[in-house]
């Protein structure tokens, strides 16, 4: 079974700083992928960032990037220039690259951009 | 693109009555759409797996006779809570992969928030 783990229930940040949100999974399988959601007020869900497990190159999309080391299956996101509007939950997700494409999401890490 | 939509948004119904939300993927066709639960301050709980032309794949735990998954169409899946009680009231949210694109993440639509009384 698939398990995703993120430690920190909530964070805040300053505004302009820089926060990394922590992520961590269990799984058996060798190809996978991970991903970070965004859910803010609105409970609209939004895709952040993927990574694909067979890639060694960490994903980076503006602002965001993240940190992936496979063999401590580790996950985390790093948040640059951190604005307002990043304010939201945060989940790490896990989908398996064959069978079920279904995701295994994280608890969540609640962030606040402090103006 | 790959835009996925609910309806309703929000729904309030008696106990003991039904309730049915759609879940469309409007610029792509989606094979598989996936219904989630989540509860306030939560994490998405997977129900189930729908799969178009095929019964759904419910998870562990889910009652397949209360949550009723139609996946008629390879744009639309409902989702009918049957014979609603106050425990169902809950945030529920479905999600679509495009089976044409070579990434693999999952598009979610905006929700519906359902209140039993």
């Known amino acids: 079974a698939q398990t995703v783990t993120q430690s920190q229930p909530e964070m805040s940040v300053q505004e302009a700083e820089t926060v990394t949100l922590s992520c961590t999974y269990d799984?058996?399988?060798?190809?996978?992928?991970l991903f970070w959601y965004k859910q803010p007020p609105s409970r609209q869900m939004i895709l952040v960032i993927r990574?694909?497990?067979?890639?060694?190159q960490n994903a980076t999309e503006n602002r965001f990037s993240v940190n992936f080391q496979k063999a401590a299956k580790s996950f985390s996101l790093k948040i640059s220039d951190s604005q307002l509007g990043d304010t939201a939950m945060y989940f790490c997700?896990?989908?398996?690259?064959?069978?079920?494409?279904?995701?295994?999401f994280g608890t969540g890490t609640r962030l606040t951009v402090i103006p | 693109g790959a835009v996925v939509s609910q309806h309703p948004s929000r729904v309030i119904c008696k106990s003991g009555t039904s309730v049915k939300i759609e879940c469309r993927s409007l610029?792509?066709?989606?094979?598989?759409m996936f219904w989630y639960r989540q509860f306030p301050k939560q994490s998405l709980m997977l129900m189930a797996t729908?799969?178009?032309?095929?019964?759904?794949?419910?998870e562990q735990g889910v009652e397949k006779d209360k949550f009723l998954i139609n996946h008629a169409s390879l744009t639309l899946s409902t989702l009918t809570v049957t014979s609603a009680h106050p425990e169902d009231s809950s945030f529920y949210i479905c999600?679509?992969?495009?089976?044409?694109?070579?990434?693999?993440?999952?598009?979610f639509g905006p929700g519906t928030r359902l209140t039993v009384t």
């Open positions: 997700a896990f989908m398996k690259a064959t069978g079920a494409n279904n995701l295994f």
């Open positions: 610029d792509f066709q989606a094979t598989t």
């Open positions: 999600s679509a992969r495009d089976p044409t694109r070579v990434t693999y993440e999952q598009y």
């Open positions: 990574q694909e497990a067979y890639k060694q």
């Open positions: 729908s799969n178009e032309g095929s019964k759904a794949t419910y």
């Open positions: 799984t058996s399988e060798n190809n996978y992928y």
